[in-house]
Nanobody, 124 residues
Framework: QVQLVESGGGLVQAGGSLRLSCAASGRTDSTYAMGWFRQAPGKEREFVAARSWNGGITSYTSSVVGRFTISRDNAGKMVYLQMNSLKPEDTAVYYC?????????????????WGQGTQVTVSS
């Protein structure tokens, strides 16, 4: 089992920045792809960003390109999401995910492990 714990969410004004962190513990393996998803009220959970286990591949949903950056430490225990130029439409619960699959499968919403989520609220 892998446990994922997110932190760093909060309330920010439009145009501001937040950095989300996700700590992985348990039977972690640096070969997991790790990523972030979000779910806004009344909407389905959607893919936001992912990074392959060796960092060679990153992928973002189109609405965050140029504003969000995903990174992870070399040990594969931490993954981060730097969010800049935040917009009210970025308001959602953000979930960390770890997958033995590929970036492509994560983009389809598939993952083996999920965190509990952290709330991000962007005021206009």
């Amino acid at each position: 089992q892998v446990q994922l714990v997110e932190s760093g969410g909060g309330l920010v004004q439009a145009g501001g920045s937040l950095r989300l962190s996700c700590a992985a513990s348990g039977r972690t393996d640096s070969t997991y792809a790790m990523g972030w998803f979000r779910q806004a009220p009344g909407k389905e959970r959607e893919f936001v960003a992912a990074r392959s286990w060796n960092g060679g591949i990153t992928s973002y949903t189109s609405s965050v390109v140029g504003r969000f950056t995903i990174s992870r430490d070399n040990a594969g225990k931490m993954v981060y999401l730097q969010m800049n130029s935040l917009k009210p439409e970025d308001t959602a619960v953000y979930y960390c995910a770890a997958s033995r699959g590929t970036i492509a499968t994560m983009r389809r919403g598939e993952s083996d492990y999920w965190g509990q989520g952290t709330q991000v609220t962007v005021s206009s």
